[in-house]
């Protein structure tokens, strides 16, 4: 993913200036045929449900052909870099978060508030949805499904080790002295470590007030938040409280909750389905621990979004069909959660939810008046700062660096990225 990550900003830089001319159609609805490309990244069952949700969309737009198009993820990103470099992106294209701000900085992005309220309905969109895939004030991307951060576990080891399970209100430290304890009375490791990804610090972040990312693009904690951040999962992997870093290393890209060495995990709520189908163990998920009872610092994050290209002849069809994708039950009913959860509440209503599914679902619904605002698109280099932050955290926990160096390495890092 490294690898591939900076291959999306290599070919991305060249970008010309000139994708981010107006394209050639008009602002208001077409009369005559159209045709549209459709590009997304996914698999052979995704295509097969989305070319259910085309031919429905055809049947009530005659005069709109779809071309479909998909790939792998990596494929898809580096034939979508080529293309907007060539000025040839599709009209119609699957995008993102991570990458949403520094193709719609380059002008590569059409921006759909020009068709909000006539080709573009957004009024059904869920709460935590509304408002997200806006950038200064243009809006680049419509969310297609979306997920929240929580904590994943298994409530067997929870009950062998007689701690109480996990539930909205419990704190950081009631979340740290059970997965202690969990290790003592189990032999199974009470926890991931919660550094081993930095959506654990932003959800910090966001329960003191604060957020990971500046409106401006820049980081939005210093150097001493960091190493408060790294000193609690050092001092967690000490007490053998979290799982140990060489036996993670060993099993990836498996995580510990597929392989049993885990009794809980903070995660997307979407991985409940994805571990819950590799582990013979019942498991059930909570909110994460918050240290301010009035704030979860929990928000709902666009799985994937749909983007016109500013070079498109036909904005105008572009958006009916982005519109559709998102408001249509009969669309919501065949995927389902394949995307995450639906992005409105006609589709999430329609979609045919069962177990772990049906499960997350629950667990979004409980939480929907406690979710707060989905925070701007990240910036350029976002995505390749996330991973240095997991292999300077491995080294970290590995003991080849202290937590000082740890913190200079991942600023310097940060200033290397995010001002590029």
């Known amino acids: 993913m490294k690898r591939f990550r900076s291959l999306v900003?290599?070919?991305?830089?060249?970008?010309?200036?000139?994708?981010?001319?107006?394209?050639?159609?008009?602002?208001?609805?077409?009369?005559?045929?159209?045709?549209?490309?459709?590009?997304?990244?996914?698999?052979?069952?995704?295509?097969?449900?989305?070319?259910?949700?085309?031919?429905?969309?055809?049947?009530?737009?005659?005069?709109i052909t779809v071309t479909p198009s998909f790939q792998e993820f990596e494929a898809y990103w580096q034939k979508i870099a080529t293309e907007t470099a060539g000025g040839n992106a599709p009209d119609v294209l699957q995008t993102d978060f991570a990458y949403l701000r520094e193709y719609a900085d380059?002008?590569?992005?059409?921006?759909?508030?020009?068709?909000?309220?006539?080709?573009?309905?957004?009024?059904?969109?869920?709460?935590?949805?509304?408002?997200?895939?806006?950038?200064?004030?243009?809006?680049?991307?419509?969310?297609?499904?979306?997920?929240?951060?929580?904590?994943?576990?298994?409530?067997?080891?929870?009950?062998?080790?007689?701690?109480?399970?996990?539930?909205?209100?419990?704190?950081?430290a009631e979340y740290r002295a059970g997965a202690k304890q969990i290790t003592e009375k189990t032999g199974v490791f009470g926890s991931s470590n919660p550094i081993d990804t930095y959506y654990n610090l932003e959800l910090q972040?966001?329960?003191?007030?604060?957020?990971?990312?500046?409106?401006?693009?820049?980081l939005g904690f210093d150097r001493a938040r960091l190493a408060r951040f790294l000193d609690?999962?050092?001092?967690?992997?000490?007490?053998?409280?979290?799982?140990?870093?060489e036996k993670g290393v060993q099993i990836k890209p498996k995580h510990a909750l597929e392989s049993d060495l885990v009794a809980g995990s903070?995660?997307?709520?979407?991985?409940?389905?994805?571990?819950?189908?590799?582990?013979?163990?019942?498991?059930k998920i909570a909110p994460s621990p918050s240290d301010n009872p009035r704030v979860l610092g929990q928000y709902l994050k666009p799985a994937l979004l749909l983007s016109v290209s500013q070079k498109s002849e036909h904005p105008a069809a572009a958006a009916k069909l982005v519109s559709f994708m998102i408001n249509d039950p009969e669309v919501g009913r065949i995927f389902g959660a394949n995307r995450g959860l639906p992005p409105t509440n006609a589709q999430r209503a329609a979609a045919r939810l069962t177990g772990p599914l049906a499960a997350v679902a629950a667990y979004e619904d409980g939480l929907k008046d406690k979710l707060g605002k989905t925070p701007p698109a990240p910036p350029k280099g976002a995505g390749a700062l996330e991973q240095a932050f997991i292999r300077i955290n491995e080294e970290l926990l590995y003991g080849r660096i202290t937590v000082d160096q740890a913190v200079d390495q991942f600023f310097t890092e940060a200033d290397e990225t995010l001002g590029s």
């Open 266 to 283: 903070p995660a997307w709520d979407n991985f409940l389905d994805r571990y819950s189908k590799a582990t013979g163990a019942e498991l």
């Open 106 to 172: 380059r002008r590569v992005l059409y921006d759909l508030k020009k068709q909000e309220g006539k080709n573009l309905d957004l009024g059904d969109l869920v709460d935590g949805l509304k408002g997200a895939g806006e950038i200064k004030g243009g809006l680049y991307g419509v969310p297609v499904g979306g997920n929240t951060w929580g904590f994943v576990y298994n409530p067997a080891l929870y009950a062998q080790a007689g701690v109480p399970e996990p539930k909205l209100g419990w704190t950081w």
């Open 232 to 245: 609690e999962g050092k001092k967690m992997a000490e007490d053998r409280a979290a799982l140990p870093v």
């Open 205 to 218: 972040l966001r329960q003191e007030g604060g957020s990971l990312y500046t409106e401006e693009g820049g």
């Open 9 to 63: 900003v290599s070919v991305a830089a060249l970008v010309l200036v000139a994708c981010g001319s107006s394209g050639g159609g008009g602002e208001t609805e077409e009369t005559g045929p159209v045709t549209l490309r459709f590009s997304w990244w996914g698999n052979a069952e995704r295509a097969g449900l989305m070319q259910q949700a085309i031919d429905l969309f055809h049947s009530e737009n005659p005069t």
